[in-house]
């Protein structure tokens, strides 16, 4: 029986995996993938297409970062880093899901992974596809810098348990938490969401601290770091002032969340590779007509990420918001 069972109409989405002896094999030439350089959950694949060196076998397309309406998300080759759609040249995203199913009933969303000797989509859920990526095409690779890529392991055996504890609050009140924040319509539903998101950033700030950095879990790279970084980095730049999420800052009152990041970006290969400010700044800013009617994009804050990096950890002193709520909050946690 196939791996991937998909009803046509349906809204689920696409599951399926890249695995040897599997309903989609992994092989050269055959797999696309579609991405946003907006996004933060399509930014978790590109990060590993990045650091696992798989350009050569991952190819991209870049839609445009705004306007945002229907039909969605479209492909314009004129903006800068976004590209046309390098396999059936469609105008929208929301062709490509056609294409699969033309009674599909979900989200147009990034990103998404497509199929061409099947002429399907594999799966457009990002947090499925971080775990199977990062080893999808092992036996592909080459030497050196390749070879070296391969033995990147984003979950490693001895580090399970820290990373499935720490996942879902990561993801439901940071990395969620900011759209539950952003896009509440009431006084009492932003109330709700800002509170346990700084409660959340507190405690990844003392996890970091905690275990001596430079990464979430300490010396090591893992899917911890992939899912912060990218609401992380957007967040001084776009969140603090488009979702209101400003009870505190990245770089004022969060030293070791910040020295994380300023690592990240500078240092480490493949995430200032994979961040694009442009796109970032201009999808929200220039796409959510209720939040921002006059689509104006602030210049700040400057620079979009800090420069320099204490590797002397033990010099950090971990900060967080006091306010009462968030304190409260974070308690509980």
Known sequence: MAEQIHKYGTDDGWHGVIKEGGEFPPERNRYHLYIGLFCPFAHRVNLIRHIKHLSPLLPVSIVRPYPKGEPGWRFDATYPDATPDRLFNSRFM????????????????VPLLWDTKTDR????????????????FDGLTGSGEEEEAVNVEFYPEDLRAQIDEATPWLTSLICSGVYKTGFSNTQEGYNEHVVPLFAALNKLEELVYRNGGPFVLGDRLTELDLLAYPTLVRFDTVYAQHFKTNLGSVRHD??????????????VEGFRESTDFRHIKENYTK????????SITPMGPYPDVEEGFEWDWRGLRPGGVRHPLVVEAASKL
């Not at 062709?95 to 199913?101: A, G, L, S």
């Open 287 to 294: 796409s959510h007509k209720d939040i921002n009617p006059l």
């Open 121 to 136: 989509i594999v799966c457009n859920e990002s947090m499925e596809m971080l775990r199977w990526l990062p080893h999808a």
């Open 94 to 109: 929301h062709q490509i899901y056609f294409r699969d199913d033309p009674a599909y009933t979900g989200k147009y969303s």
């Open 254 to 267: 969060y030293p070791v969340l910040n020295n994380w990041l300023r690592n990240l970006y500078w240092n």
